[in-house]
């Protein structure tokens, strides 16, 4: 597998670096007129089943919209059923031919996780996103003592990856992703202190922390399933007007909104990722359907000895095999 034809031009990658203009809207405008041959075929998706987490708003009922639309059996995985049964109607209007349904899942709870993947069956799954999110205001723990950031985007994932691994392998080529952050960018990898027990909490820090350490197990995680040959792709939307940003980033929304993307803006690299029929490097990170660097700053480079330890606690704290 080629990186090469995945990596961006230089103009796309000067993009980012000013990051206003490669996160924004302006972004995915220029970027997208490149775009057009690589759409995935109409029926993408007809025959395979997609399970997407916190799809009841924002990126994830884009993201969900989108896989639909392309003939995938979706699944919401949404932690409060009223607001998940909503969404199934609104999406069901939008394709009315398309299987759609929503299982409960607190992402950040073990025992929702459990539950939520003996409801999902022996049937095989083709696509697992990972993309509910949070940004706690003050720092709080999952019933299991976890902090919740670190327990929604880190150990929820790979809890809900590992009991649903069979049903990943028996798909044959199956993809899980993860939504990241840009955010990730600004942060190291917190290897000594992952629970940020240490120093004055900030839900800002402890998102984009949380966020770059799915970035750096993404690698990790795609060595441990390659065998199976499930792919594993890290993924961020870029700047997007949802309800999430509106409740944890007010002022931030008041002053980029008129750049601010749209949910199915958001989504479109994980759809694209989905969907897309070509064959792709595993274990990368992936905005607006191009491979991206994992440090644009020294300071938060890490060791593969401080991803190995990372991987191994969280595989310890999921009650999984140390594979490290
Ligand atoms: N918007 C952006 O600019 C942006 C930028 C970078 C990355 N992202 C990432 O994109 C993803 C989607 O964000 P968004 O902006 O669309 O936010 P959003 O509108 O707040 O949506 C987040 C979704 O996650 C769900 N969720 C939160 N905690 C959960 C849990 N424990 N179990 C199950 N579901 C849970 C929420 O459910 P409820 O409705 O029940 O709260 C909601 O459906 C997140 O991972 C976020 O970090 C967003």
Not at 169 to 177: M, P, R, T
Not at 227 to 237: M, S
Not at 263 to 284: F, I, K, M, S, Y
């Amino acid at each position: 597998m080629n990186d090469a034809e995945f990596e961006p031009s230089l103009g796309d990658a000067l993009l980012d670096r000013a990051i206003v203009p490669g996160y924004s809207r302006v972004g995915i405008a220029l970027r997208r007129r490149t775009w057009p041959a690589d759409d995935p075929a109409p029926a993408a998706l007809r025959g395979g089943r997609a399970v997407v987490t916190g799809a009841n708003s924002g990126i994830g009922l884009a993201i969900a919209d989108g896989l639909a639309a392309l003939g995938a059996s979706t699944v919401l995985a949404v932690r409060n059923p009223r607001r998940g049964d909503e969404a199934v109607a609104e999406l069901r209007r939008r394709h009315p031919e398309a299987s759609i349904t929503a299982v409960e899942c607190d992402v950040s709870e073990p025992d929702s996780i459990r539950r939520c993947a003996a409801t999902l069956g022996d049937a095989p799954i083709d696509v697992l996103i990972h993309n509910a999110g949070v940004l706690p205001p003050r720092r709080r723990e999952n019933s299991a003592g976890h902090e919740l950031s670190y327990a929604t985007h880190v150990l929820g994932p790979l809890l809900l990856t590992e009991l649903i691994r069979p049903l990943l392998a028996a798909a044959h080529g199956a993809k899980v992703l993860l939504m990241s952050s840009g955010g990730m960018y600004a942060q190291p990898l917190a290897v000594d202190d992952p629970e940020y027990r240490k120093g004055e909490y900030k839900g800002a820090r402890a998102y984009a922390r949380t966020k770059r350490m799915q970035v750096a197990l993404t690698p990790a995680l795609a060595a441990e399933l390659a065998d199976d040959r499930i792919g594993v792709h890290a993924v961020h939307p870029g700047w997007v007007d949802t309800p999430g940003i509106a409740d944890a980033l007010p002022r931030f929304r008041r002053l980029v909104r008129p750049l601010l993307r749209t949910p199915a803006e958001g989504a479109d690299t994980a759809v694209w990722l989905a969907a897309t029929a070509r064959p792709l490097p595993t274990g990368r990170f992936w905005h607006d359907r191009r491979v991206r660097p994992l440090h644009v700053r020294s300071s938060t480079r890490y060791s593969e000895a401080d991803v190995a330890a990372l991987w191994r606690r969280c595989r310890a704290s999921i009650g999984a095999p140390d594979t490290a």
